[in-house]
């Protein structure tokens, strides 16, 4: 629409980001390496899953209409890659406590945002055609930074030793439904 | 973390210079790159006529768009550009826009010209020459209807006719989150086109029996005239002229294969250029032969020229003179010959001489015979018009329908019995009225239909024919066929003085986008801003959030 759609989708993408980044506290623990740090490890482990996909998985032949279950679910595994990785992040990442799982949340969701949305707003909001689907992209990075934090979450409580053995179970129930959310969703 | 930012950047440019090239360049790049956008809609559009004839300027003079789309009905037109459909095309409605200094006009055709009513058709018709002789700075364009731009029409004409609506909190919810939409045209402003050559086609079939022979022109002109030259495909007029023509000389070039029927009469086929412009290519083909050669079949001894128009309809035929011819006269033996042949084998056509004075003071001629009589040569041109002024001569509604096919092979029939009937003097040796020289078969009638439909499934507009056409070339191998000495010839205007100017940018393709309008952008943006406070208000009293969830799920656990 013009560049004051782009802003206004921009803003609604990343305040969010901002606002969470300083009001959480990070700031004062000098964090900000650390979330590009835990953004590099985004990037690595989304090239390594790309490379992975591409190699190991063939184009699917079929007709349009039928839905590959076996071939998505094989890829939806592969999703477990981003588990790992937040795990690595927080594993090697120093910082105190809670706040790991804070750092390495923000710099994965900002990391996603900037790589997978940044790009489809500058050139598609800028333009003189309206579409709904830009606003609801934005949306949607905020509904993604939410759940990254919650999966950071979940990850740093299944690694904990003291976890109580009850919890065991919602907790990997709750990873599992992370992982393949996607594939549900279809 | 602004500070920690900063720092790094410095870093950055402290360290090594190209680094901050290989950062920022990019960045500039992207930011001034051009926008490859996607449009709701891209259609290709066909632009008013744009020509100079004599000086005089005609048409429309712009073809750059950028304006929002509105329909007649909406109170504000000034700088939008109004959409149309035809069947609700008035000539008040179009100056009515003109008159708002609109933007822009945009006239939806439909794709099948043959379901619109008859009375539409015509009033269309007759108000082509009326748009075209007001000259305008505004860009008219004509659109063929397809669905979508049927769906865009329909959305504009709603948003367009509520805006006088009632209160005003409804009208300012619906300027807030109306779907508009913007045309923009991509290519650029017109300008004239320098050196374009019209391209005209003679041919001749030489007469037997010495020197000095009478000779007998044929014309027809080949180009089409109409609002819009890309949509101008003219069937009736010239297409039939150009079908008939070509099957006059198929028919001579076989009699004049054999020795028995090789008359004394040589026969000049003239398939001329510019037509609808005032007879360009005939204008500079006779200065050229009477002027600037020596010897030419022209300026000899000429019989008469017959030149045909629009003959593929009706059921009456005119003959237009600018001179009634006198008794004893080679044209008034035509003129006889054609009586004969009318009465005695088709009286259901009427058969009328139409004298008109050539008169000088007008802009334009009237017909294609006048260029002649003003060189001092014998001439008429054979119309199922009545008069030069009649719509039909210069519309885009001239299609392929228009065409008869069984009139048009009885017009040619007719005119070949009479011109035979005059090459072989058979009045005079006592033929009768009746005598058929042209059987039933010779006249072939997929021939004719086959000319015409190839002729009309491509605009003819002269400012799209070039000399490298393919109408040029095809017609030229057709002549070629049966007649000798196919030749050329080529008109330019004149550089100083220029008797024609065409101007292109008259085919583009226009995108129709989807935009909502400005007070949008602040009222998301008023929301987005509500949204972000919410947030932070939420993540700055977290702990209130938390302790709410935990009070609400504690009585769960402590029931456990």
Same mark, same amino acid.
């Given at each position: 629409?013009?560049?004051?759609?782009?802003?206004?989708?921009?803003?609604?993408?990343?305040?969010?980001?901002?606002?969470?980044?300083?009001?959480?506290?990070?700031?004062?623990?000098?964090?900000?390496?650390?979330?590009?740090?835990?953004?590099?490890?985004?990037?690595?482990?989304?090239?390594?899953?790309?490379?992975?996909?591409?190699?190991?998985?063939?184009?699917?032949?079929?007709?349009?209409?039928?839905?590959?279950?076996?071939?998505?679910?094989? /890829?939806?595994? *592969?999703?477990?890659?981003?588990?790992?990785?937040?795990? $690595? =992040? +927080? !594993? @090697?990442?120093?910082?105190?406590?809670?706040? /790991?799982?804070? *750092?390495?949340?923000?710099?994965?969701?900002?990391?996603? $945002? =900037? +790589? !997978? @949305?940044?790009?489809?707003?500058?050139?598609?909001?800028?333009?003189?055609?309206?579409?709904?689907?830009?606003?609801?992209?934005?949306?949607? !990075?905020?509904?993604?930074?939410?759940?990254?934090?919650?999966?950071?979450?979940?990850?740093?409580?299944?690694?904990?030793?003291?976890?109580?053995? !009850?919890?065991?179970?919602?907790?990997?129930?709750?990873?599992?439904?992370?992982?393949?959310?996607?594939?549900?969703?279809? | 973390?602004?500070?920690?930012?900063?720092?790094?950047?410095?870093?950055?440019?402290?360290?090594?210079?190209?680094?901050?090239?290989?950062?920022?360049?990019?960045?500039?790049?992207?930011?001034?790159?051009?926008?490859?956008?996607?449009?709701?809609?891209?259609?290709?559009?066909?632009?008013?006529?744009?020509?100079?004839?004599?000086?005089?300027?005609?048409?429309?003079?712009?073809?750059?768009?950028?304006?929002?789309?509105?329909?007649?009905?909406?109170?504000?037109?000034?700088?939008?550009?109004?959409?149309?459909?035809?069947?609700?095309?008035?000539?008040?409605?179009?100056?009515?826009?003109?008159?708002?200094?609109?933007?822009?006009?945009?006239?939806?055709?439909?794709?099948?010209?043959?379901?619109?009513?008859?009375?539409?058709?015509?009033?269309?018709?007759?108000?082509?020459?009326?748009?075209?002789?007001?000259?305008?700075?505004?860009?008219?364009?004509?659109?063929?209807?397809?669905?979508?731009?049927?769906?865009?029409?329909?959305?504009?004409?709603?948003?367009?006719?509520?805006?006088?609506?009632?209160?005003?909190?409804?009208?300012?919810?619906?300027?807030?989150?109306?779907?508009?939409?913007?045309?923009?045209?991509?290519?650029?402003?017109?300008?004239?086109?320098?050196?374009?050559?019209?391209?005209?086609?003679?041919?001749?079939?030489?007469?037997?029996?010495?020197?000095?022979?009478?000779?007998?022109?044929?014309?027809?002109?080949?180009?089409?005239?109409?609002?819009?030259?890309?949509?101008?495909?003219?069937?009736?007029?010239?297409?039939?002229?150009?079908?008939?023509?070509?099957?006059?000389?198929?028919?001579?070039?076989?009699?004049?294969?054999?020795?028995?029927?090789?008359?004394?009469?040589?026969?000049?086929?003239?398939?001329?250029?510019?037509?609808?412009?005032?007879?360009?290519?005939?204008?500079?083909?006779?200065?050229?032969?009477?002027?600037?050669?020596?010897?030419?079949?022209?300026?000899?001894?000429?019989?008469?020229?017959?030149?045909?128009?629009?003959?593929?309809?009706?059921?009456?035929?005119?003959?237009?003179?600018?001179?009634?011819?006198?008794?004893?006269?080679?044209?008034?033996?035509?003129?006889?010959?054609?009586?004969?042949?009318?009465?005695?084998?088709?009286?259901?056509?009427?058969?009328?001489?139409?004298?008109?004075?050539?008169?000088?003071?007008?802009?334009?001629?009237?017909?294609?015979?006048?260029?002649?009589?003003?060189?001092?040569?014998?001439?008429?041109?054979?119309?199922?018009?009545?008069?030069?002024?009649?719509?039909?001569?210069?519309?885009?509604?001239?299609?392929?329908?228009?065409?008869?096919?069984?009139?048009?092979?009885?017009?040619?029939?007719?005119?070949?019995?009479?011109?035979?009937?005059?090459?072989?003097?058979?009045?005079?040796?006592?033929?009768?009225?009746?005598?058929?020289?042209?059987?039933?078969?010779?006249?072939?009638?997929?021939?004719?239909?086959?000319?015409?439909?190839?002729?009309?499934?491509?605009?003819?507009?002269?400012?799209?024919?070039?000399?490298?056409?393919?109408?040029?070339?095809?017609?030229?191998?057709?002549?070629?066929?049966?007649?000798?000495?196919?030749?050329?010839?080529?008109?330019?205007?004149?550089?100083?003085?220029?008797?024609?100017?065409?101007?292109?940018?008259?085919?583009?393709?226009?995108?129709?986008?989807?935009?909502?309008?400005?007070?949008?952008?602040?009222?998301?943006?008023?929301?987005?801003?509500?949204?972000?406070?919410?947030?932070?208000?939420?993540?700055?009293?977290?702990?209130?959030?938390?302790?709410?969830?935990?009070?609400?799920?504690?009585?769960?656990?402590?029931?456990?």
């Amino acid at each position: 629409m013009t560049l004051f759609h782009f802003g206004n989708c921009f803003a609604l993408a990343y305040f969010p980001y901002f606002i969470t980044y300083k009001c959480s506290g990070l700031s004062e623990y000098n964090a900000f390496w650390r979330c590009v740090q835990a953004g590099a490890t985004y990037l690595f482990v989304q090239l390594c899953k790309m490379l992975f996909l591409a190699t190991f998985f063939p184009t699917w032949e079929g007709g349009a209409g039928v839905y590959d279950f076996v071939g998505e679910f094989m /890829k939806a595994t *592969v999703d477990l890659a981003d588990l790992l990785g937040l795990h $690595l =992040v +927080m !594993s @090697r990442n120093a910082g105190k406590g809670e706040y /790991k799982i804070m *750092v390495a949340a923000m710099g994965w969701a900002t990391a996603e $945002l =900037v +790589m !997978s @949305r940044c790009i489809p707003l500058w050139v598609g909001a800028r333009g003189i055609e309206f579409d709904w689907k830009y606003i609801q992209m934005s949306f949607d !990075s905020n509904i993604s930074l939410v759940h990254y934090i919650a999966m950071a979450a979940v990850v740093w409580m299944f690694t904990r030793y003291d976890l109580p053995k !009850s919890f065991r179970l919602p907790v990997t129930v709750l990873l599992g439904l992370c992982v393949y959310k996607a594939f549900l969703m279809e | 973390m602004f500070e920690e930012a900063s720092e790094v950047f410095d870093n950055m440019f402290k360290s090594s210079f190209p680094l901050t090239f290989i950062v920022f360049i990019p960045a500039v790049l992207i930011l001034v790159s051009p926008l490859p956008a996607e449009a709701a809609h891209e259609f290709t559009v066909y632009r008013m006529q744009q020509y100079d004839l004599q000086g005089q300027p005609y048409g429309t003079r712009n073809a750059i768009l950028n304006t929002e789309a509105r329909t007649v009905e909406a109170e504000v037109l000034s700088r939008r550009c109004v959409i149309m459909r035809l069947v609700d095309f008035s000539y008040e409605r179009y100056q009515k826009a003109l008159r708002q200094s609109a933007g822009a006009v945009v006239i939806i055709l439909p794709k099948n010209m043959s379901t619109m009513p008859q009375d539409i058709v015509q009033q269309f018709m007759e108000l082509e020459p009326e748009m075209l002789a007001t000259e305008t700075i505004v860009p008219v364009y004509f659109a063929l209807e397809d669905d979508e731009l049927l769906s865009i029409y329909t959305q504009t004409l709603t948003s367009s006719s509520s805006q006088g609506s009632s209160s005003a909190a409804e009208v300012l919810i619906h300027t807030a989150t109306a779907n508009g939409f913007q045309m923009v045209t991509s290519g650029a402003q017109s300008k004239a086109v320098s050196d374009w050559s019209i391209t005209s086609l003679e041919g001749r079939l030489a007469g037997t029996g010495g020197e000095d022979l009478p000779t007998i022109v044929l014309v027809a002109h080949y180009d089409s005239f109409g609002v819009a030259p890309w949509l101008s495909y003219g069937a009736d007029s010239n297409g039939s002229g150009v079908s008939m023509l070509l099957e006059l000389a198929r028919l001579f070039s076989r009699l004049y294969t054999y020795k028995r029927t090789h008359a004394g009469y040589n026969l000049l086929f003239f398939v001329s250029g510019g037509g609808k412009f005032n007879y360009q290519g005939t204008k500079r083909w006779l200065e050229d032969n009477l002027d600037h050669t020596d010897s030419s079949l022209l300026q000899d001894n000429v019989a008469f020229v017959l030149c045909l128009d629009t003959l593929g309809n009706g059921d009456s035929l005119h003959l237009h003179v600018s001179k009634p011819p006198k008794e004893g006269t080679p044209q008034y033996a035509l003129l006889k010959e054609l009586e004969t042949v009318v009465s005695s084998q088709y009286p259901e056509v009427k058969f009328s001489m139409v004298h008109k004075k050539i008169n000088l003071a007008d802009d334009t001629l009237a017909w294609e015979h006048e260029r002649f009589g003003i060189r001092r040569l014998p001439a008429f041109t054979l119309s199922h018009l009545n008069s030069h002024r009649e719509a039909q001569r210069s519309s885009i509604m001239d299609v392929r329908p228009h065409v008869d096919l069984r009139k048009l092979s009885r017009n040619t029939k007719l005119i070949a019995e009479a011109l035979a009937r005059v090459i072989y003097n058979l009045t005079e040796k006592g033929a009768p009225g009746d005598l058929q020289i042209f059987t039933e078969q010779m006249v072939q009638e997929e021939q004719l239909s086959s000319v015409v439909d190839w002729l009309t499934a491509q605009p003819r507009a002269a400012q799209l024919v070039d000399k490298d056409s393919s109408v040029v070339s095809t017609l030229e191998y057709h002549l070629g066929r049966y007649l000798k000495d196919v030749r050329r010839h080529y008109v330019k205007a004149d550089k100083r003085d220029p008797e024609f100017v065409f101007y292109d940018q008259l085919k583009q393709t226009m995108n129709a986008y989807r935009v909502k309008p400005a007070i949008f952008d602040l009222l998301l943006a008023v929301c987005i801003a509500a949204y972000l406070g919410v947030i932070y208000l939420a993540i700055q009293h977290f702990g209130v959030l938390y302790s709410l969830v935990r009070r609400i799920t504690a009585p769960k656990t402590k029931q456990h």
